[in-house]
């Protein structure tokens, strides 16, 4: 698969303060990309350098296999955006508005602009002038906008931000399909892990300006275990009968009183039984999903950073 995107050592500094490191980020033709990381990671600055924005302080941007060199456009005619609060003309319709971007891109195409309309739910309110718009159908219209010149890259900062629930669910497939029938790859950013384990091939994290990883949503979910978490007043004992007399061979102590035993086959029922004939006093013992959350939560713990969780599951 050819890559689309490929930084080498992209670095940005605002009054010598590094707001992005050293990045080497690779985003493969066909794919969707989320670039997941808490507020001031760099998630923007970085987006702005690949539209070329903001200068790099260094490094290399290639995009379509090729370098892009200070100065030059023509890449952008092949890329569709939204990056920060989409602004319009209001007093035009939804329809005016996207025809006027058609022109200035020099893709002109009526067509299209009523196909993007339609796929995000705007056909029927296209004559609209846009100053009647809610928040969510400006960001809707702001995609449909992104999409009109169908691009064959699709950059997206925050682009959930003021979507209803269901709103948040139309834009999943919306992305979804222009991956597989229009053959998109599209960079996704986000703060929250819920919004992009849905629709996301792969993940990059990045943290404090530094890509911490950058790994595919099959392999995170193929490593992250079951594992069964026990709770004692004795945790020396339980582990020596884990070992010894249970044979676990792999288990971690959490805390003080708790363990958690990993790829066992051992039922609950027998665990919590073979420790209990061995003296070790139970408090709790369950067992538990190593969930997409904690393995991202553990890649920036590291560095004493957080990625957001959604509680409301948005
Ligand atoms: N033009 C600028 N001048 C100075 N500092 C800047 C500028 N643009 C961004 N920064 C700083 O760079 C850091 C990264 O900001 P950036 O907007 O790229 O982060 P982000 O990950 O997109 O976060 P958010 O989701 O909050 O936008 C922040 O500390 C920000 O204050």
């Given at each position: 698969m050819t890559d689309i995107i490929r930084?080498?050592?992209?670095?940005?500094?605002?009054?010598?303060?590094e707001v992005v490191s050293q990045v080497n980020m690779t985003v493969k033709r066909g794919e969707i990309y989320g670039f997941l990381g808490p507020n001031g990671a760099g998630k923007s600055t970085l987006m702005k350098m690949l539209l070329g924005l903001v200068q790099p302080t260094s490094g290399e941007i290639e995009l379509f296999g090729e370098r892009i060199q200070p100065g030059s456009i023509e890449f952008l005619k092949r890329i569709g955006h939204l990056i920060e609060t989409p602004v319009f003309y209001d007093k035009l319709t939804a329809e005016q508005n996207l025809e006027l971007h058609g022109e200035y891109m020099g893709y002109y195409d009526k067509q299209a602009v009523r196909e993007s309309l339609q796929l995000v739910q705007l056909l029927g309110v296209e004559n609209k002038p846009v100053h009647q718009f809610s928040l969510g159908m400006k960001q809707r219209l702001a995609i449909a906008r992104a999409i009109s010149t169908k691009p064959e890259l699709l950059l997206l900062d925050e682009p959930i931000n003021g979507l209803d629930p269901e709103g948040i669910q139309d834009m999943r497939s919306l992305f979804r399909r222009l991956r597989d029938e229009w053959g998109m790859t599209i960079l996704i950013s986000s703060h929250l892990l819920s919004e992009i384990e849905l629709v996301a091939d792969t993940v990059g994290v990045i943290h404090s300006g530094r890509l911490v990883r950058e790994v595919s949503l099959e392999t995170v979910r193929q490593s992250t275990t079951d594992y069964v978490e026990i709770m004692t007043s004795n945790?020396?004992?339980?582990?020596?009968?884990?070992?010894?007399?249970?044979?676990?061979?792999?288990?971690?102590?959490?805390n003080s009183n708790t363990l958690r035993v990993y790829g066992t086959d051992l039922s609950e029922e027998a665990l919590s039984k073979g420790l209990i004939m061995n003296d070790v006093p139970i408090l709790s013992l369950n067992r538990r999903h190593h969930s997409l959350e904690e393995y991202f939560f553990d890649i920036v713990k590291g560095g004493g950073g957080h990625v957001a969780s959604d509680q409301a599951g948005a």
């Open positions: 930084t080498r050592l992209l670095t940005k500094s605002f009054q010598s303060t945790i020396k004992q339980a582990a020596f009968v884990l070992e010894e007399k249970l044979g676990a061979r792999r288990f971690r102590q959490i």
